[in-house]
T-cell receptor, first 109, second 114 residues
Framework: QQQVKQSPQSLIVQKGGIPIINCAYE??????FPWYQQFPGKGPALLIA?????SEKKEGRFTISFNKSAKQFSLHIMDSQPGDSATYFC????????FGQGTELSVKP | DAGVIQSPRHEVTEMGQEVTLRCKPI?????LFWYRQTMMRGLELLIY????????DSGMPEDRFSAKMPNASFSTLKIQPSEPRDSAVYFC????????????FGPGTRLTVL
């Protein structure tokens, strides 16, 4: 019930492509769904977050799509750049964050 | 602000030794979180504090692990005695309003137990 399942484990796209990372959760009590970005040797940093009262949120090239009935949410990165190469973690929270396993994204020039 | 500060950045120790990891949260943040990151288990919450009081320590793996927050600007995570399976990157994070809001992570401490 506390798990957050993330896929794929790794993803390679060409520059300009639109990588999509998916997450699923079980606990309907979760009320905050952030995505964190982590570069090698650094701590995770918040990228974008959504609450379950909206189905989509966009910030710059990053979009979260949220499907409450399916208990799924996803991250889309528009016009991806080599600088977006990092590990992305979804998470779900009700007071404390439960992280997915992470997706290692590589954007090729 | 300098962000969340952790020390040391790297620690190599031998099995059985005591290890103390340190964290200074962002000034004014009322919440402090300790996480552990490994390839096998990913990022997992160990314990978090609100206003220096431990709120949830259900993620602390064993009694060998303990955490304290003696004041608003300092926290420690201690492992005594350490074991090779404790090898991981340990992150400290702080937040203004708790787990349902942005958490600011420190750079982490890479612990290797031989």
């Amino acid at each position: 019930q506390q798990q957050v399942k993330q896929s794929p484990q790794s993803l390679i796209v060409q520059k300009g492509g639109i990588p999509i990372i998916n997450c699923a959760y079980e606990n309907t009590a979760f009320d905050y769904f952030p995505w964190y970005q982590q570069f090698p040797g650094k701590g995770p940093a918040l990228l974008i977050a959504i609450r379950p009262d909206v189905s989509e949120k966009k910030e710059g090239r990053f979009t979260i799509s949220f499907n409450k009935s399916a208990k799924q949410f996803s991250l889309h990165i528009m016009d991806s750049q080599p600088g977006d190469s990092a590990t992305y973690f979804c998470a779900a929270s009700r007071g404390k964050l439960i992280f997915g396993q992470g997706t290692e994204l590589s954007v090729k020039p | 602000d300098a962000g969340v500060i952790q020390s040391p950045r790297h620690e190599v120790t031998e099995m059985g030794q005591e290890v103390t990891l340190r964290c200074k949260p962002i000034s004014g943040h009322d919440y402090l979180f300790w996480y552990r990151q490994t390839m096998m288990r990913g990022l997992e919450l160990l314990i978090y504090f609100n206003n220096n009081v431990p709120i949830d320590d259900s993620g602390m793996p064993e009694d060998r692990f303990s955490a304290k927050m003696p004041n608003a600007s300092f926290s420690t995570l201690k492992i005594q005695p350490s074991e090779p399976r404790d090898s991981a990157v340990y992150f400290c994070a702080s937040s203004l309003w708790g787990g349902d809001n942005e958490q600011f992570f420190g750079p982490g401490t890479r612990l290797t137990v031989l």
